[in-house]
């Protein structure tokens, strides 16, 4: 019973020795894979950042081409009212009616 009692304890002892020894590689490996998938999401935000920085532009792009179209329809509307009340003064009105 005791050499059992006695190969028991050896293994134990073989066994955290082994643990202890095998600490410092798996304390390697799993710095390398941490510092492999902080490089793979540092890279994901950056192309995440990039493309949404893109689709911001093409959509403030958009909104100046909007603001553009709204400016030239003000201007031609302001034209035809320009010409419009110039046609009530010709015919001899002083005030052009409102809700034409």
């Known amino acids: 019973m005791e050499i059992l009692i006695a190969i028991i304890g050896a293994i134990g002892v073989m066994g955290a020795a082994?643990?202890?020894a095998s600490i410092p590689l798996?304390?390697?490996r799993t710095r390398g894979a941490v510092e492999a998938e902080g490089v793979v999401t540092r890279e994901a935000v950056a192309e995440a950042v990039t493309a949404l920085g893109s689709q911001l532009n093409a959509r403030i792009e958009d909104?100046?081409?909007d603001l553009d179209e709204v400016r030239e329809n003000l201007a031609r509307v302001r034209e035809w009212?320009?010409?419009h009340d110039a046609?009530?003064?010709l015919i001899g009105?002083?005030?052009?009616?409102?809700?034409?």
């Open 93 to 100: 009105r002083t005030q052009p009616p409102r809700g034409e």
């Open 18 to 20: 082994a643990v202890t």
């Open 87 to 89: 046609e009530h003064l």
């Open 26 to 28: 798996i304390n390697r």
């Open 63 to 65: 909104v100046r081409d």
């Open 81 to 83: 009212q320009a010409g």
